[in-house]
Structures are given as structure tokens and as C-alpha cells.
């Protein structure tokens, strides 16, 4: 029953079944890698690209109830944190690549290739799921109140990146250790790290999204051509 309603899902949601196959693709290499070595070193990412996923779900789910019924603001601001809280996770994968310094030289290159698809499945999801936001910005006001919410979430998940490769927080660390939390962010604020992190990131961040954003839309406004 849940197999049929995945399957379904999927059909009927295209971009969202192609990122499945890239991070199922992703999973194929780790599992080949546990088969080759008996080592499962690497199995964490499984979790990671599993978080990665979570904004994007949950935004899609969003969308499709405001398509239908568009939420009460403050539930729309409810909705559009828990993504936000959620969404460093995406880009999070990148820094994952850090592991490849334990890694032997003969194992080098087959990890490269994995932890880059990885990264690459992650970020992708998070990038559909910025869109996905955009829309539903710009379904409720306009693009340019879109564009300036967008920018404020990549500088703020560009810090959350931070925090959760070097103060290791998680999402939910919010509601299970609020003040520890906070202490952290204070801490961090004062950390000049942590300020170069999140500029290079939020850049990073803000930079392929926007490409992301205009391929998009000019793929959806281009006129379909036939050749003879």
C-alpha cells in the first residue's frame, strides 16, 4: 500500500521522481562501496540526504495546499520556518566532502564520485525547494517581496551550514536545546569563521539559484519548436 502511493506520487510529480533517481543513484554507489570494502564508514550520508529531503516534502506539501487553500498568514509564516529550519540540511552535504581526507588513495577516486553525487542530490532537492518557495511568495504577493525573503533564507541557512558543521546543531535542536542553542548562535556571531562561512555560503547559495531560477523559467516560457 505505501509502495503504490509512492509510486503514484512520483508520477504525478516528475522533478520529484527524477532527484529520487539521482539520490537513489547516490545510495547504489554506497551500497556497492559496503560490498567491495565490508566497511560502512560512510552510512551516515544516507541520513543526511534523508534531512535534505525533508524541506523539500514538506514545501511541496505546502504548495499544494495553498493551490488549493491558501493558509491564514501566521500558519504561512509557521510553514515557511519549519522549511527554513530544515533547509540548511541541503547544502549541509556539501561540507561533507571534508571526509575524503580519511579516505586511502586507493578508494579515492570512487569516494569523490560518490560524496560529489551526494552533494549534488542535496543540493538539487534544496534548490527545487527554494523554488517551490518562490512560488508560493510570489503566489501571495509578488516577486520582488519573493526575491527579498529568498535572500534573507539563503544568508540565514549559509549561518545554519555553519552551525551544524562546527557547532554539530541540528534542526531540532530548537525545541530540545533551545538555550544551548542560542548560546551557540551567540557565540558564533562573534566568530570571524563564522561570518567568512556565511557569506561564501549564502554567495554560493544565491548565486545558483538564481541561474537555477532563470533556466527554469525560460524553459517554461519557451515556445515549443517541431522539427522536421
Known sequence: MIVTKALD?????????????VSAASVALLFIRFLGTENLGFIFMIWNLF???????????????????????????????????????????????K???????QMIWFDSLMLFLFAFSGFTTG????????????????????????TVSMILSGFGVYLGRY??????DIITQPGALMRGIISSLQDP???????AFSFVL???YFAFHFF??????EPSRKYS
Open 127 to 150: 534548490l527545487y525547494s527554494i523554488r517551490i518557495v518562490f512560488r508560493i511568495l510570489n503566489h501571495r504577493w509578488n516577486a520582488k517581496t519573493a526575491w527579498m525573503v529568498i
Open 216 to 221: 527554469a523559467e525560460s524553459k517554461e516560457h
Open 99 to 105: 571526509h575524503l581526507r580519511g579516505v586511502s588513495e
Open 193 to 199: 569563521l563564522a561570518i567568512k562561512h556565511t557569506f
Open 9 to 21: 506520487y512520483l508520477r504525478n510529480n516528475e522533478r520529484i521522481a527524477l532527484l529520487a533517481v
Open 51 to 97: 534531512l535534505a529531503w525533508v524541506p523539500l516534502l514538506f514545501i511541496k506539501w505546502v504548495w499544494e495546499q495553498e493551490k488549493v487553500h491558501p493558509s491564514p498568514l501566521f500558519m504561512l509564516g509557521i510553514y515557511l520556518t519549519v522549511w527554513l529550519l530544515f533547509f540548511p540540511n541541503a547544502p549541509y552535504l556539501i561540507t561533507d566532502i
Open 167 to 172: 557547532g554539530r546543531w541540528n534542526s531540532w
Open 206 to 208: 544565491m548565486l545558483l
